[in-house]
């Protein structure tokens, strides 16, 4: 909730981040069950199970990176952590210490780990924060693959329900509009008159990049808001029978978010 304080608490954001995940996991594990005998919902809660786990591992993984980071950069007999902000400080005037080289040939050291690397870099690195997200999508793809297999199955047995159609159609067109500079680019390459290869690439990637980050995105939104008008309650709040399973997922699953 405060992305610009430096993490200090780190303790109390693990704890955070385990009561998230077995709290979140728990409840989609219930939610499996209770679905077993409808595939569409199953596979659903398939996906939204998927999700609960990155975000918690995630979070359980960065308060452990911050703890390990505090541990060696805390000088010897200091009984207080370090902040994040000046972590990154330090490490760099030991690398040109160690390296004597300048701050344009400054590099991280052998015996830095890999992910520290891309942790640190995530946090002041922009380029390499958007790779962060692009992994987080990866991950993630296979269960929103599943999820939305269902979904799709789901709305074609809505019995041409307006609202659905309508909300099918927007999201459809919206990740079509990629379908333009890719046949373009296909299109393109055929034409015997056409000899930049580069300019073809880049109207290949962008119609594909334009589909996956639209897709991966308004996926979430999408099958949230057809639930929602198949069920006749787009608000999404829970029936009697359900309501002690949906709030302590909705609390657990966004515990992290109070990280210190």
């Not at 430096?6 to 955070?16: C, T």
Request: aromatic share 12%; with cysteine; charged share 15%.
């Amino acid at each position: 909730m405060m992305p610009f304080r430096p993490v200090k608490y780190s303790w109390f954001d693990l704890a955070l981040g385990v009561v998230g995940l077995c709290g979140s996991t728990a409840m989609s594990i219930v939610t499996l069950v209770r679905c077993r005998n409808t595939w569409q919902l199953l596979v659903i809660a398939v996906w939204k199970l998927s999700m609960s786990l990155l975000n918690g591992i995630t979070s359980i993984h960065v308060a452990l990176l911050f703890r390990k980071a505090s541990r060696k950069e805390r000088p010897e007999g200091a009984a207080v952590e370090v902040p994040m902000d000046d972590l990154g400080t330090e490490r760099e005037e030991q690398a040109a210490r160690l390296t004597s080289l300048g701050p344009e040939k400054r590099g991280p050291q052998p015996s830095d780990s890999a992910v520290w690397i891309l942790l640190c870099k995530a946090f002041y690195d922009p380029t390499s924060y958007h790779n962060c997200l692009q992994v987080e999508f990866i991950l993630d793809l296979p269960g929103m693959i599943a999820g939305m297999s269902g979904l799709m199955n789901l709305v074609m047995h809505s019995e041409g329900h307006r609202g659905v159609l309508k909300i099918t159609a927007a999201f459809c067109i919206i990740v079509g509009i990629g379908l333009i500079p890719f046949i373009r680019g296909v299109f393109e390459a055929e034409n015997e008159d056409i000899t930049d290869f580069w300019e073809r690439c880049g109207q290949l990637i962008v119609g594909l990049g334009w589909m996956f980050v639209t897709f991966t995105i308004l996926s979430v939104f999408y099958s949230d808001w057809v639930l929602g008008m198949m069920t006749t309650n787009l608000v999404g709040l829970p029936t009697g029978d359900s309501s002690v399973f949906y709030w302590t997922y909705f609390i657990s699953k966004r515990l992290p978010m109070f990280s210190w």
